[in-house]
């Protein structure tokens, strides 16, 4: 596990520091949208591409823009079991796509910076539905600041442990790594793993069956299973 | 990192032998020993589990009378045409091959819990270290007036999946036209699954396709069921005006049965029927009572190793036990199974054991597409198994969602039989 990649996507989970109503710099964000128009078009006439059109992102169910545009899996799983793209998801999946969609076909690293995400987050907000800044409406949402101690980060896990916890695992996901129905855990790093893990524990991904198994699991926990991926690398 | 089939099973094993040698082992009797009895989620995954992170250094006995095994889980969906039924039967080559389990098709007829023996109706008699019982249910004599095993044929549970399954659904398909089905639904607490509100959603969906005037009766001793609004918004919206559900308030806990004549007898009032399901209530199977493991109808177990409260080397899993909160499923069973594998291989051969986790899913099939769930997670505590946190779907919940959640079962039903069989 990269400690400086897993600080990065733990920050996403947490929160970072406190967001102002505003969502940030949107001319920025204009120059910022750069990196995401090779592949998405967004504003007046703007038809889906490489990747689907932009234009009323905040507030729709994941996958779900039509004129046939063809999804990932992964996306189209995450869009039925109830994802919707909201300044708090749409923030997890720029920072890091795979944390959020683990088979999602946007081809993309992601944005390390808050504040970057924030100014290109503040643009594409312009293409959706108004009012924008009524408190409970997206934009104003604010993220929940909560201190993520360093000893999590630091936390070594038991291999043995994880070993135990991943046989809950299997009951479902299969060890072979077939797919249909439930997404494969096969063949991952183990840091999108423990990523996804706290994404669903602190329920920024959508599915409850996970969110449950996810919720439940202590820190201590997390760290054995990704302990334990990591003695099968 | 990878993380493929052959790593994941292969880790443990490389973990096990790298031990020291085992503390507890007798020095007459060579390797320590385990007799499984039961080849269904429990003991199936029980005995893989303990044989794989074992590799070898437990030698693992499992007795299982069939040799063609029906998962109980999914014979509904054979009953509504979703699954052909050889899709749900499955064999023990694996367990034997791969992970070198002894499989004996045998029924076990007498445990000598001093000696540490358990007799097989064959004569065979297999020492234990330790013995894990996982038998599933018998049916309580007399529950259902008029019914007993000798009847099964005219009316059958289709409690035990494979031919008495078969029966029911040819049964159905030969009813007469405008004909009524009528279910005598099982009091608390139920094997589940084959869960009875979903069997009623497979019969009316195969009868709105071959026989769309047929009539449904469930006659239910229990005033509600599990995920119950549910069902009945699936009902209505699917089968409008084909089923009803009597409860006790409309003496649905005041039945009897007459097989030869084909009547239920629901509170005084008697309907002749044209095929019906008796679901009789139920208890711990034969073997926990030969066993001395039995307080009434099941088996209390220690939630923290599932062993036996009357025998510390008995361990009894899945629907058999009186454990707590956890449902009589076979998701539970696998669950509970593979905390016994830990506490059977730490008390044999000293490797480290954790805290008991356990989890539940339960998927139902209200009409094609159309799945719901329920869940919940558990964790060990002297007194029973306790629920920490769970979910169910939700009314009105749209067809993607609906649609995403029977795909799940789908994926479920591949994972877990995986997990059972290798």
Known sequence: ?233 | MTLNRRAFIGTGAAAAVALSAPMVRAANHGKPKVVVIGGGAGGATAARYIAKDSAGEIEVTLVEPTRAYYTCFFSNLYIGGFRELSSIGHSYGTLATEYGINVVHDWAVGVDNDAKTVTLAGGAVLPYDRLILSPGIDFIEDSVPGWSLASQNKMPHAYKAGSQTELLKAQVEAMPEGGLFAMVAPPNPYRCPPGPYERVSMVAHLLKEINPTAKILIADPKPKFSKMALFQEGWQKHYGGMIDWLGPDFGGGNVSVNPDEMTVDIDGAVEKVDACNVIPAQKAGRICEMAGVMDGNWAPVVPHTMQSRMDENIHVLGDATNQGDMPKSGYSANSQAKVAAMAVRGALLDTKVFPAKFSNTCWSLIETDDGVKVGASYQATDEKIAKVDGFISQTGEDSALRKATYNESLGWYAGITEDMFG
């Not at chain 1, 504003?43 to 779900?64: D, K, Q, T, V």
């Not at chain 1, 708090?88 to 796509?97: F, G």
């Not at chain 1, 992601?110 to 995400?117: F, I, K, V």
Request: hydrophobic share 40%; charged share 25%.
């Open chain 1, 1 to 233: 596990m990269s400690g400086r990649s897993l600080i990065a996507a733990l920050a996403v989970i947490w929160g970072t520091a406190g967001w102002a109503e505003d969502i940030g710099d949107a001319a920025r964000g204009e120059e910022i949208f750069g990196l995401c128009s090779g592949c998405h078009e967004v504003g007046r006439g703007a038809e889906n591409g490489i990747g689907p059109h932009l234009n009323g992102i905040f507030g729709r169910r994941a996958a779900s823009v039509g004129d046939g545009y063809h999804y990932s899996d992964s996306l189209r799983r995450a869009g039925a079991d109830g994802l919707e793209w909201h300044l708090r998801t749409l923030d997890a999946y720029i920072e890091n796509p795979k944390a959020l969609v683990s088979g999602t076909r946007m081809s993309f690293d992601g944005l390390e910076d808050a504040g970057e995400r924030a100014d290109l987050l503040a643009y594409l907000r312009r293409f959706s539905d108004n009012p924008r800044d009524i408190p409970e409406a997206d934009p104003t949402a604010r993220k929940r600041e909560v201190d993520l101690p360093e000893a999590v980060l630091a936390m070594v896990g038991d291999p043995e442990y994880g070993e135990y916890l991943s046989s809950e695992c299997l009951t479902c996901h299969q060890s072979d790594g077939n797919d249909d129905g439930i997404p494969s855990i096969t063949n991952w790093p183990a840091e999108d793993f423990v990523v996804a893990m706290h994404a669903y524990k602190r329920k920024l991904r959508p599915h409850p069956v996970m969110q449950m198994m996810a919720g439940r699991l202590s820190d201590e926990e997390i760290a054995a299973l990704a302990a334990y991926f990591e003695t099968i690398n």
